[in-house]
């Protein structure tokens, strides 16, 4: 921090203890340091005007008599003329009360008007009060009480023109500087009223400036030289004298003149550096990464403007700026949002494709859909075979536990949001429930404040709905809306796949159940009719005896394995050992392996042998027709009748009786002739 930041900080301290008044006490203070700038114009006096003592001491006392005049009505001029600026500052650092009648805008504006207009009103009224109330003056009370001559009185009246400049033009200076932070306090924060014209603008203050130190030196020498050429026509003067004198009286003119034009110059300088090096530093900061920095008003010339203008732009790019991030903050939030729902979708839609039972599926998705949405209850109502009514088959919350322990159902089309969305197939969101009239206000759930239901449809068919309620208001977007129509399209799907499961189980199951029946009933009758089983051993193959003999127990060297075909066993498989080794898992699991293709082979020769023997028949069933039909002669035929039915199979004797037809009296009584 340099210099320049260290007294600025300083001043800004300073106001926010003294409020308003510190404008009165800098206008003090700045009166307190003009005396140093009336230098040059007394010494020019002195040594042009030839005063003696008494002279001397009456102009003194003159001046100092009527500058005293001066400075008790420059602080009342400057209560005037910061009347607002003053108020605002107190409100501002002093949390005084402003009148009632006094609006808060209409103040912002007259005292920023005022604070800005405050050095150049100053300038012009110090250097009113400097010129008609303290050189004329004294320059009369000179020439009226101290008797001088007219030509003294002139070089009086310029030493005071030359001073009254200097203090205006260094007073000037000093206050606009010195008001800095007064400016930064009440600059308006509606930009319109930030842009306002300023009389006291940098080209002319630097001609007044640079005019004053020409024309001063200028003045101040030909006048003085002037003068001593009038001493050296006097009869009788010392030229060398006077030579030596005006010399001297030079070196010190232009000594005090150097010395106050540098002065003069580096706060002019500063004047116009100052806040340029303020831009440059706002502009570096925002550009490295502090953009709450903003440009202090370190004049009131057109560099205020600009110091404005910056300051605007740069709220402008910091405005830009904050809304960018809070854009990409809520796009991110949003996504992130998107992002949980769209995972939450998917697990919901991925367990409940897992689920085959139907209950399980509903019990697990409504669990699922308010834990993962936070809602504060899910529930999943079912439509009945007639349509009439849907009633609640899954609910996650507490109270709609109870609700499915009381069989709660509503009525389609009349009852609640749920029996709305059944009727009319759409969606139906209820952001406050207590303003729709759909709402069925229940017991169990006594915190909702908002319902959104949403149909489950299987090809345009409500099958139900998903009915989600929240305990704050509105928390449904349009987003969430179409994320969960979505869901319960995914979850209606899952229900219908469920119910074709079922469905498919049952006839699975119906199917096995009369297949197995025909594979007893089958094999029953078959083994009736054949050899139930055969024997190998060291001696050979043969049949078996007794059933009995096929069906031993286990022991350590002899299993049975049975043979089943579609969960009927159609006999077993005994293994015996030679000697006494136990049969180990290897084993029995590779006799079940040939058990269970022997029962296919079987299945297969028994499937094979059936085809065969209906197609025998079929083809007896055809030569019987044939040969019944080249004949018309009723004995011929009954004799190729016989004939045929003795070549079937297992037919041993074969009769043909025909007689008369039975009368009809046997089988309903004879009609009344009567």
Known sequence: MNIADTNRTRNERRLARWGGSYILRMQSLTQLISFGAAVVGIVYILAAANLNANQTLLLFVSVFFFVGLVNALLPAFTAMASVHARRRLDAIFKNKPLPPEMDETELQVRAWQEVIGLPG????AELFTA???V???????MRWAG????NQAIHIAIGGLLSGTGVVVRNTLFLDHMLSPVRSALL???PRQQMIETRFRAAPRMMIVIGSLIVTTIVMLGLLGYQKLLNAA??????????????????LIGLLTLIGGMALARQLSQAVSRPVDELTRTMDAFQGGDHSLRAAILSSDETAQLTIRLNQMLDELQKARTGLERQVEDRTAELTHRTLQLQASTQVAREAAAFQDVNTLLARTVDLVAQR?????AGIFLLDEN??????????SEGGKKMLKHGHRLTVGQQGIVGAVAYENRVRVATDVNADPSFFKNPDLPLTLSEAAFPLTIRGEVIGVLDIQSSSPGPFSQSDIELLQSLADQIALAIQNARLIAEARDALHRLETVSAEGVRRAWGERGSQRKQGYRYTPTGLGPLAQPAEAAPTDSHNRINIPISLRGQRIGSIALNRKDDTIWNEADRSLAIEVANQIGLALENARLLDDAQRRAAQEQTISELASSLSRTLDPDALLQTAVKELHRLPNVEEVSVFIGPPESPSSEEPAPDKG
């Not at 009103?121 to 012009?124: E, P, R, S, T």
């Not at 949405?373 to 209850?377: D, K, P, R």
């Not at 349509?387 to 996650?396: E, N, P």
């Open 135 to 141: 050189v004329i003056p004294a320059v009369l009370a």
């Open 234 to 251: 006097q009869p009788g003067a010392d030229i060398a004298q006077l030579t030596a004198r005006f010399g001297n009286e030079a070196i």
């Open 147 to 150: 008797g001088v001559t007219v």
């Open 121 to 124: 009103n100053y300038a012009i």
């Open 373 to 377: 949405f936070n809602f504060y209850h």
């Open 131 to 133: 010129y008609i109330l």
């Open 188 to 190: 308006p924060a509606d």
């Open 387 to 396: 349509g009439d009514y849907v009633t609640l088959h899954a609910a996650s």
